[in-house]
T-cell receptor
Framework: EADIYQTPRYLVIGTGKKITLECSQTMGHDKMYWYQQDPGMELHLIHYSYGVNSTEKGDLSSESTVSRIRTEHFPLTLESARPSHTSQYLC???????????FGQGTRLTVV | GESVGLHLPTLSVQEGDNSIINCAYSNSASDYFIWYKQESGKGPQFIIDIRSNMDKRQGQRVTVLLNKTVKHLSLQIAATQPGDSAVYFCAEMNSGNTPLVFGKGTRLSVIA
């Protein structure tokens, strides 16, 4: 059972709101990732981190930010939510030197 | 990218038959290639990985083949079962600080 948690599981918010999606893992993993995935579609990398104080941008990073102040915590912030942000957001972590990524249950976001 | 908005290809197999799922990868410098299984409503789960210096690796009922010449990866599932119905993604990564990148997935449907 993977010890990686995302909150909230479901969120409905209005356009223009600022939101933060939470992701925490208790496995001590250095690498953490955020992906966006529409139902039945591909996973698109948004942001990733290799450890505390390290963050890198993925393909879909332009409208969001992340921080990595603690190893276990990797929150994703949308500064101004838009209907195009409606999707599922998945957080994952990998421990060195492994290749197995553990995923959270996801946050399903709806922007109205 | 060009794949945004496209639904995943589907592979339908009879229960008990062998399944072969293919993936073309992009980065010839990747150290590891990994297969993930994603069931409906869940995050992807690790199945098996293969290092770039190998061409074949076997697990329980699964075999991964790597052809670096044509940048092709395949997952073979023996005696496919209804529980194998899911979306299968290939992914690639390096041992260093590079992201875990997912390829286009394939939806496997097992016909009982």
């Amino acid at each position: 059972e993977a010890d990686i948690y995302q909150t909230p599981r479901y969120l409905v918010i209005g356009t223009g709101k600022k939101i933060t999606l939470e992701c925490s893992q208790t496995m001590g993993h250095d690498k953490m990732y955020w992906y966006q995935q529409d139902p039945g579609m591909e996973l698109h990398l948004i942001h990733y981190s290799y450890g505390v104080n390290s963050t890198e941008k993925g393909d879909l990073s332009s409208e969001s930010t992340v921080s990595r102040i603690r190893t276990e915590h990797f929150p994703l912030t949308l500064e101004s939510a838009r209907p195009s942000h409606t999707s599922q957001y998945l957080c994952a972590s990998i421990g060195f030197p492994a290749t197995e990524a553990f995923f959270g249950q996801g946050t399903r976001l709806t922007v109205v | 990218g060009e794949s945004v908005g496209l639904h995943l290809p589907t592979l339908s197999v009879q229960e008990g038959d062998n399944s072969i799922i293919n993936c073309a990868y992009s980065n010839s410098a990747s150290d590891y290639f990994i297969w993930y299984k994603q069931e409906s409503g869940k995050g992807p789960q690790f199945i098996i990985d293969i290092r770039s210096n190998m061409d074949k690796r076997q697990g329980q009922r699964v075999t991964v083949l790597l052809n670096k010449t044509v940048k092709h990866l395949s997952l073979q599932i023996a005696a496919t079962q209804p529980g194998d119905s899911a979306v299968y993604f290939c992914a690639e990564m390096n041992s260093g600080n590079t992201p875990l990148v997912f390829g286009k997935g394939t939806r496997l449907s097992v016909i009982a």
